[in-house]
């Protein structure tokens, strides 16, 4: 079993959709929790960060961490066709490298 | 700030050749990674630093790989000799070392094809 697992997509929706994206990870250790968002030829860029458990929302985007299931989510709310790209979970335990899932791509379709 | 510096963007090569890769890292930053990203096998960790200095390199394929950090602004990725099976996106990531920061900042990352 892979550390962290994310489902590849693709994942097409429709404009105004609520989008809701997923990993799942099997290293209890891990407490730091983050959602990056790389657009096709660039970089992947932070998203969202959330320590141990619980929810965060910023704007549009809400993540959510349940350390009991060992399973986090990015929800998308409202979404638009500049949200598509693909979005990577990423995790680690305190002092170690980040983790990253293999990351679901999104098309939000105008 | 301009960010993470990663050159060249691209690189095509044949087999067989060397192959380096550059990588400038945030100021003031004094964790350095290197990445590799695939379809198949997602963004892999490669190698990093803290304050210059590897501290992990078992990510890196094999002996053909190898990587240095002479100062705190400058990292190169060598792979020597090169095969079609490096070809990847290589990315270059940068952070400080922050018990409760983790924040990685990402270069664009090097196209690197090798025939």
């Known amino acids: 079993q892979k550390e962290v697992e994310q489902d590849p997509g693709p994942l097409s929706v429709p404009e105004g959709a609520i989008v809701s994206l997923n990993c799942t990870y099997s290293?209890?250790?891990?407490?730091?929790f983050m959602w990056y968002r790389q657009y096709s030829r660039k970089g992947p860029e932070l998203l969202m960060y959330?320590?141990?458990?619980g929810n965060k929302e910023d704007g549009r985007f809400t993540a959510q961490v349940d350390k009991s299931s060992k399973y986090i989510s990015l929800f998308i709310r409202d979404s638009q066709p500049s949200d598509s790209a693909t979005y990577l979970c990423a995790m680690s335990a305190a002092g170690t490298p980040l983790v990253f899932g293999k990351g679901t791509r999104l098309s939000v379709i105008a | 700030d301009a960010g993470v510096i990663q050159s060249p963007r691209h690189e095509v090569t044949e087999m067989g050749q060397e192959v380096t890769l550059r990588c400038k890292p945030i100021s003031g930053h004094n964790s350095l990674f290197w990445y590799r990203q695939t379809m198949m096998r997602g963004l892999e960790l490669l190698i990093y630093f803290n304050n210059n200095v590897p501290i992990d390199d078992s990510g890196m394929p094999e002996d053909r790989f190898s990587a240095k950090m002479p100062n705190a602004s400058f990292s190169t990725l060598k792979i020597q000799p090169s095969e079609p099976r490096d070809s990847a996106v290589y990315f270059c990531?940068?952070?400080?070392?922050?018990?409760?920061?983790?924040?990685?900042?990402f270069g664009s990352g090097t196209q690197l094809s090798v025939l």
């Open positions: 959330t320590y141990s458990s």
């Open positions: 290293n209890s250790a891990f407490q730091y």
């Open positions: 990531a940068s952070r400080i070392a922050d018990r409760f920061n983790e924040k990685l900042f």
